[in-house]
Each structure stands twice: as structure tokens, then as C-alpha cells.
Nanobody, 121 residues
Framework: QVQLVESGGGLAQSGGSLRLSCVISRRIFIARNMAWYRQAPGKQRELVADISIAGNTKYAESVKGRFTISRDNDKRTVDLQMNSLKPEDTAVYYC???????????????WGRGTQVTVSP
């Protein structure tokens, strides 16, 4: 059983910073696309940022210039550096990865359990 384990959420003041980290629990899986999503109360889950295995990135318009996604393929991690936080960034943040077992072609989608980020005014 493979898990995506998130860490780094918490409380920040407006204008502050937080860093989220996510690690894939088992080495036998290779991550193709990795991403961070978020879901605020009463809203649908939305893509915050994603990063391909080659390092190509994509960001939601609302976080461009403030958030940076990065990955370390050797450590099996994906991080989200969040700067200039705003109250509207308050949400549960979820790590996502498309994982492929070594030697196989078809991948599957995996999600972390989520970590709460709260930004006070």
C-alpha cells in the first residue's frame, strides 16, 4: 500500500509564508505528474499547482507569483512554498500524484489526506 504523506500546514498571518511537503511512502512507485490541490469550505477542490516529471510547472492564476511548486524525484517529494499568503488561501491542501509501479505502464491517481492551511487577516 502506498501513501502520500503531507506535512507543513498550519496557521499564518496575512503576508506570511508556509511550506507544504509531501512524500511518497514507497520507493517502488514512480511519480509522473504531481500536484497540490485545495478545497475551501463550501467550494470545490481546485488545482493550485502541478509539476511534471520533467519539472514543467503550471499554476492557478490566483497563486501565480506567490506560490512555487518543486519536486525531488530521488527523495520522492513534492513541496509547495507559499509566500504572501492571503486569507482567501485558507483551505485544506491535498497532495496528488499519478504513480506508476516500476516496470509497469499504467498509472493510478493517489491523494494525500490533506493538511489545513489557515491564514488570518
Amino acid at each position: 500500500q502506498v501513501q502520500l504523506v503531507e506535512s507543513g500546514g498550519g496557521l499564518a498571518q496575512s503576508g506570511g509564508s508556509l511550506r507544504l511537503s509531501c512524500v511518497i511512502s514507497r520507493r517502488i512507485f514512480i511519480a509522473r505528474n504531481m500536484a497540490w490541490y485545495r478545497q475551501a469550505p463550501g467550494k470545490q477542490r481546485e488545482l493550485v499547482a502541478d509539476i511534471s516529471i520533467a519539472g514543467n510547472t503550471k499554476y492557478a492564476e490566483s497563486v501565480k507569483g506567490r506560490f512555487t511548486i518543486s519536486r525531488d524525484n530521488d527523495k520522492r517529494t513534492v513541496d509547495l512554498q507559499m509566500n504572501s499568503l492571503k486569507p482567501e488561501d485558507t483551505a485544506v491542501y491535498y497532495c496528488y500524484a499519478e504513480l506508476v509501479r516500476a516496470g509497469e505502464i499504467r498509472g493510478n491517481d493517489y491523494w494525500g489526506r490533506g493538511t489545513q492551511v489557515t491564514v488570518s487577516p
